[in-house]
């Protein structure tokens, strides 16, 4: 599946995926291929995506996530502490 991962300022990250776990307002949940369209709001957290077997960790303070079609796109206000660059774990 692909996830854009985009900021006022630019496109923080765009590419295909395996997983996504997001920081939902109502907690922590994840997304995978085939998943049910939804739009939701995100909190201060960490987006974590797979991409084979690495993980990918990106900060955020707050945004907005919409699933649909295999497609996950999250907008935000700005990265957690000004941080723009995804970390691999």
């Known amino acids: 599946m692909k996830l854009e991962i985009i900021s006022v300022e630019k496109i923080e990250f765009s590419g295909n995926v395996n997983s996504v776990i997001l920081p939902g307002k109502s907690g922590k949940f994840t997304v995978l291929e085939n998943h049910a369209s939804l739009i939701t709001s995100l ?26 079609n295999n497609q996950v796109y999250v907008c935000i206000e700005q990265t957690k502490n000004g941080d723009s660059d995804a970390k691999v774990k």
């Open 43 to 68: 909190t201060n957290g960490v987006i974590k995506y797979r991409i084979e077997n690495l993980e990918h960790e990106f900060p955020i303070d707050s945004g907005l996530c919409e699933v649909n």
